[in-house]
């Protein structure tokens, strides 16, 4: 094969250079300025309202960042010392650091083919002291929700959505963060529908916990002066909350590109790579937030990719609990989980990638298993 010219594909282009997005986020910081209220305030209730009736939730608090969003949540459901919480290996390292700061204990349950925890494992794992399900919507996937809530209702157990990676991605008309008890989103600039620096949201079915959440993001105040219980500030502020309601407007259309782009990697890679399945009609059961490909050789395909001048990426090369901080606990038998994260790797999907980036990429792979 014969390959043009190496050409640079970035794994994120967070640079706002469509006129029409940058004059509204433009006026909405305008806004913000004129009335002065730079912390919580009209912007930040408007959001969580908005956010909160996408989700079809009744409650949506919004919060610093998704680590804390996921963290409140759980805290704010009463997860605490002594409880088991069940959840993935597979994720980014905040989910796990959100149990072990509530205190609680992880028990790990294995993945599927499409990375997400493998329902069929989940009543298996259950124990007297287990609490709750954390789910985590790996890679914009959502998980199997059905099964997973039918198993929690049978058992009593709490479900939590750490859905920081899967904003928009539905199932049975039901969208990610609007299935559990409470959810977590991330809105940092990488995710799918993002602000312009760090901000979470949490979604919540319970007025109770709501009225915690808001309490805890306060330093664990009430009436912002009277301290009820010790947290931490994870306070938003309004002119995220301002730039995100203006991203919402944008996101259906982020979302179909990105969408098309996936759709165009599984029909150049099939056969290649392992890709997720991705629909030839728009199928939201996935927000593509990570292209993620499992591959043999990984390692020297991802040198090879960015010697082609592609930003490819492992995310992420440990799991959860291989971490060195968690050295000390015991380890799971995760052996799909241990076998997927040595060959997954995640190639640049984002929106503003064109067809000719697509092609590059896959000729790019195609070369280096082909030729």
Sequence with gaps: MTMQKT??????????????????????????FDHGMMLLGPEVDAFEQRFAEFCA???????????????????ALGIGAGDEVITTPMSWIASLN????????????????????????????????????????????????????AIARRHGLLVIEDASQAYGARMDGRVAGGWGDAAGFSLNPMKVLHGYGEAGMVTLRREEARDRVVSLRYLGTINKETCVEVELNHKPDALQAALLCVSMDWFEGWGLKRHANALRYAQRLSGLVGCPVVPDRQDWRSVYFD??????????????????????KIKHPLLMPDQPAYAHLPRPRVPRAHHLVHRIITLPVHEKLTEDQIDYVSDCIEEFYRG
Aim: with cysteine; hydrophobic share 45%; charged share 25%.
């Design 98 to 149: 959100a149990v072990h700061q509530c205190g609680a204990s992880p028990v790990f349950v294995d993945v599927g083919d499409d990375l997400n925890m493998d329902a069929d494992l989940i009543e298996a794992a259950i124990t007297p002291r287990s609490k709750a399900v954390l789910v985590v919507h790996y890679t914009g996937r959502l998980c199997d929700m059905p099964r997973i809530k």
């Design 291 to 312: 292209f993620t490909v499992v591959a043999e050789r990984r390692d020297a395909l991802l040198r090879h990719l960015q010697t082609r001048g592609v930003e490819a």
């Design 7 to 32: 050409m640079r594909v970035r794994s994120a282009d967070l640079s706002v250079d469509d006129p029409e997005l940058r004059r509204q986020l433009m006026a909405a910081v305008s806004r913000v």
């Design 57 to 75: 939730m009744p409650y949506g608090v919004a919060v610093a960042s998704g680590t804390s969003a996921v963290y409140l949540a759980l805290k």
